[in-house]
């Protein structure tokens, strides 16, 4: 079965370093995947996605994440934190398999970030 | 609207209720998705429509989840009987494709309508 996941509960970063959320997945075949942002009460956001191509994904409010086929990882990172980045990360696979080939998205248990003044 | 929109945002239900949870997607969208999402943790598929048409529900935990959309458009979430178990925020997204092994666009999410039972 496809999953993703996401190894750390929360992630602590001062304003101004580098961020990683960091998270893998289990797919047979190629594996589609996705970041996406959850503010309080709000809905989910999307970030970024990898389909095929270059491994490095340029994504919303100066995000990126890198592909690694070798390590079956899709980590989210950003330059440069701000404080508003503060919120829960949900990295994502879709699954293709299944008689209705829906392509449902299947979600990581979500990462919190928190970037601190 | 310019977003996906779910109602009611917030709902309280004595254990044994019906309730019901509607989503109005982005107008002209394909594809509509409910998703369950429990306190901590990441959402989880309940059921997914193209157009009126409902192709999968493997995700509904039991018979007494029920979704429709039977205009193509709206869609509604219902409840039977409902469970303590059953309190979570149920979350609706669409997208303007087909939801099959080319399409691979980004879903677009309501806010959510948080159910609780009492």
């Known amino acids: 079965a496809q999953s993703v996941a996401q190894p750390e509960d929360q992630v602590n970063v001062a304003e101004g370093n580098p961020l990683t959320v960091k998270c893998t997945y289990s797919?047979?075949?190629?594996?589609?995947l996705f970041w996406y942002v959850q503010y309080p009460n709000r809905g989910l956001q999307f970030l970024l996605k990898?389909?095929?191509?270059?491994?490095l994904v340029k994504g919303s409010y100066g995000f990126e994440a890198e592909f690694n086929k070798s390590q079956t990882s899709f980590h989210l990172k950003k330059p440069s934190a701000l404080v508003s980045d503060s919120a829960l990360y949900f990295c994502?696979?879709?699954?293709?398999?299944?008689?209705?080939?829906?392509?449902?998205?299947?979600f990581g248990q979500g990462t919190t970030l928190q970037v601190k003044p | 609207g310019a977003g996906v929109s779910q109602s009611p945002r917030y709902k309280v239900a004595k254990r044994g209720q019906d309730v019901a949870l509607r989503c109005d997607p982005i107008s002209g969208h394909v594809s509509l998705f409910w998703y369950q999402q429990a306190l901590g943790q990441g959402p989880e598929f309940l059921t997914y429509f193209q157009n009126e048409a409902q192709l999968d529900k493997s995700g509904l935990p039991s018979d007494r989840f029920f979704a429709e959309r039977p205009e193509g458009s709206v869609s509604t979430l219902k409840i039977q009987r409902t469970q303590q178990e059953d309190s979570a925020v149920y979350l609706c997204?669409?997208?303007?494709?087909?939801?099959?092994?080319?399409?691979?666009?980004?879903?677009?999410f309501g806010e959510g309508s948080r159910l609780t039972v009492l």
């Open positions: 994502a696979v879709r699954d293709f398999h299944g008689s209705s080939n829906t392509g449902k998205l299947i």
């Open positions: 990898y389909i095929t191509g270059d491994n």
């Open positions: 997204a669409s997208s303007r494709g087909l939801e099959g092994a080319v399409n691979t666009g980004e879903l677009f």
């Open positions: 797919v047979s075949g190629n594996p589609y």
